[in-house]
């Protein structure tokens, strides 16, 4: 039985398009061979190179990670864990002296084959370290992850709960097309959690975080008019947390045939489900989180906060404007974290404190969305401030985010 080819199920995503006819079929065979030095898992491809026409690529055995991690510190490896974290989170490609590095901390010999491939095309090279990162295991730092989470689930019977994931995926679905109408591109990805879905954004650029966003609300108002307009309760009411963090991510791959689904586990699925412990129906938590925001950030190395990432995701919500949902076109969207309102301008931004079922305390942020359309009803997503009684907390801190440093004070037991 032949399989289907790995690259081509994701040819958009990874570039193939406007390659040669003769490159295509050179880049299926190299799929071909690296689909049999993975062994349907037995081995793990950590990264490739390539010298002189000669590809070489390093595989490990599927449990060499976890036994390097546990291992008694040596002189190739006095930190494993940070190392393999280091390997896991780099570029799949390697110059030859880092690739050659690699093989003796593994303490491995690389599998060569000839191929007849221009890697010196940044197109190409691309194609190949996705092909390699399918049949690996990478360490994604810094993205964003959203958990969106039906309520009462486990408590419907089996034909609603197929409902209710089928009625949320349609709302995925019909976010995702709205976004591309506008020339907004998201390569996401998502997984289900059984009652709800992991939703990330493949895409590494610095603007990804803040598309993963836009496309939060708009899951949420598609679900939210859906809800309206249903006679029964199949349209489940979701619960939302937004996080940024590190997670590993690994190729799904049925048999023979490789998919475009991933599997996503660490800190941030972990952070994302313990956020959802305590939220109320409808409510949207934001994650206490801090990363690089936007290229002349970057440039000048200023780190985003959560109220910074809110308020610089907002300035951009007028491209927005005009797409239809459900028969109103959005006029105005205007999204921001709840806390007290001073006047003139003048707000605080309160943090939340809970302490999950484990003991350990979190710090979260409430979100609201108002989304206003043109002849229709708006939509208001989120709790408000004021309706948070019932929210568990040991403390809230007020932020000033008006000051020209931001001051924080307890102003709730």
């Not at 490739?48 to 036994?67: M, N």
């Not at 880092?98 to 197109?123: G, I, K, Q, W």
């Not at 996503?264 to 972990?270: A, E, M, N």
Request: proline share 4%; aromatic share 10%; net charge neutral.
């Amino acid at each position: 039985m032949k399989r289907g080819s790995w690259f081509s199920t994701r040819a958009e995503a990874s570039g193939v398009q406007g390659l040669l006819p003769e490159t295509l079929e050179e880049l299926a065979r190299l799929d071909e061979r690296l689909y049999r030095i993975w062994n349907l898992g037995d081995n793990v491809l950590l990264c490739w190179t390539y010298r002189a026409g000669e590809f070489f690529v390093l595989s490990v055995r599927h449990y060499a990670i976890a036994e390097t991690v546990n291992a008694a510190p040596d002189g190739r490896m006095p930190d494993a864990p940070r190392f393999v974290n280091e390997v896991l989170a780099g570029p799949k490609y390697l110059a030859m002296e880092a690739f050659e590095a690699l093989c003796r901390a593994f303490d491995c010999r690389p599998e060569a084959m000839r191929v007849n491939l221009r890697v010196e095309s940044p197109s190409v090279a691309a194609v190949i370290s996705d092909i390699v990162r399918c049949y690996g295991v990478s360490l994604v730092r810094n993205r964003a992850v959203v958990l969106l989470d039906a309520v009462g689930f486990s408590l419907q019977p089996p034909l609603y709960q197929m409902a209710m994931l089928n009625s949320l995926s349609y709302s995925v679905n019909s976010a995702y097309a709205q976004l591309l109408s506008k020339n907004i591109k998201i390569d996401f990805a998502r997984t289900t959690t059984g009652d709800g879905f992991y939703i990330w954004n493949r895409a590494t650029t610095a603007e990804a975080n803040a598309e993963l966003y836009r496309l939060m609300m708009m899951i949420l108002a598609d679900n939210a008019v859906a809800r309206r307009k249903a006679r029964s309760a199949w349209v489940p009411n979701l619960r939302a947390a937004f996080h940024v963090g590190e997670h590993y991510e690994f190729q799904q791959v049925e048999g023979l045939n490789p998919t475009n689904f991933s599997y996503i586990v660490g800190q941030v699925t972990v952070d994302l489900a313990r956020m959802l412990e305590r939220a109320l129906p409808g409510q949207i938590l934001l994650g206490d989180f801090s990363f690089r925001f936007g290229g002349n950030a970057i440039e000048r190395g200023i780190r985003f906060d959560t109220p910074d990432f809110v308020e610089s995701t907002r300035a951009t919500l007028d491209e927005l404007n005009g797409l239809d949902i459900s028969g109103g076109r959005v006029e105005k969207i205007r999204c921001y974290l709840t806390g007290q309102n001073l006047g003139g301008g003048r707000y605080l931004v309160n943090r939340f404190h809970v302490r999950d079922k484990h003991g350990a305390e979190r710090t979260l942020y409430n979100a609201k969305i108002n989304i206003h359309r043109d002849k229709a009803e708006p939509i208001y997503l989120g709790v408000r401030g004021d309706k948070l009684a019932a929210f568990e907390t040991t403390k809230v801190d007020s932020l000033s985010r008006d000051a020209e440093e931001t001051g924080s004070f307890i102003v709730r037991p």
